[in-house]
C-alpha cells in the first residue's frame, strides 16, 4: 500500500504549520529590532536580551516559574502514578468507571471555573496567597494528566509479567519496582513532561491564585502586555519557546532510549 502523501496532502499541512509556526517566527524576529517596535524592522541588536538579563525582578519571576513548575509536575507524577495504579487495579467497573470520569471531568473542565474554585477555597480556609496557593493549584490539575499517560501503559502489560514475577519468588513491592515502574516508565516520564509544560504555560488558574510579592511568567507576561508593546515581552517569548523546544527534544530521546527496556522486566 502506497503511503506517501499527495500533493494537496502537503499542501494542507504546509498551510497548517505557516498559520501555527508564522506568529512565533515574527515573535522571534522582532526580539532583535532596534527600532523598538513591531513593525519596520530597522536593524539587529540584542539590547533588549541584555535589558531583560539585567531585570533582577523578572529573573526572580523566572525562577518562581521553574520551581513551580518542576515541583508541580514531580509531586503531581508521584500522586498520579500511585491513582492509575489504583484506578486500574480496582475490582468494580462501576467504581473505577466512575473515577475516570471524574478524572476527566478536571482535564475538561475551563480553566476559569477551576482557578476560580481554587480562589474560593482558599479565601474560605484563610489560606494566603501566594507560592504554596499556585503550588497546590498546579499539582491539582497536572494530577489527571498524568493518570491518563499512564493508565494505557498499565492496560498494555500484560497480567503475565506480574504472574511470573510473583511464581519466582518476588514479592509485592519487588513485582511494584522491578516490574511493573519499569515498563510504565515511558508514559510516566509523558505524563511529568506533559504537568512540567502545563504548569509553565497556565495563566487562568495562576491568575486567580497569584498573591501579592509573587507572580509567575504568564501572569508577568500578561501584565506586561498591559502596559504596551515593548520588546522586552518577544525577548521573554523567545527565551520560552526555545525551552519548550529543549523539553521536546530531551522527552524525544528519553523515550527513544526508553523503548528497548520498556518491554522487560528489570533485574
Known sequence: MDKRLSPLSKLFLILIFFILYAPI?????????????????????LDWYKELFNDTRLLIIVLNTLVVALLSALIATII???????????????TKNTILS????????????IGASFLILFTVS?????????????IAFSVPIVVLMVLPK????????VDVAKDLGANSWDVLTKVVLPYLTPGIMAGFFMALTYSLDDFAVTFFVTGNGFS??????YSLARRGVSLNINALSTLLFLFTVILVVVYYFITQRQKPAGMGVRK
Open 126 to 138: 484563610g489560606y494566603k496567597l501566594g507560592f504554596y496557593s499556585v503550588l497546590l493549584s498546579h
Open 102 to 113: 471524574l478524572n476527566n471531568v478536571l482535564i475538561v473542565s475551563p480553566d476559569v471555573i
Open 154 to 161: 498499565l492496560t498494555e502489560m500484560s497480567p503475565t509479567l
Open 216 to 221: 509567575t511568567l504568564s501572569v508577568e507576561i
Open 80 to 94: 498520579g502514578v500511585g491513582g492509575a495504579l489504583g484506578i486500574h487495579y480496582m475490582r468494580k467497573r462501576s
Open 25 to 45: 517566527f515574527f515573535l522571534i524576529l522582532y526580539s532583535f529590532n532596534s527600532g523598538g517596535k513591531m513593525f519596520g524592522f530597522e536593524g539587529f541588536t
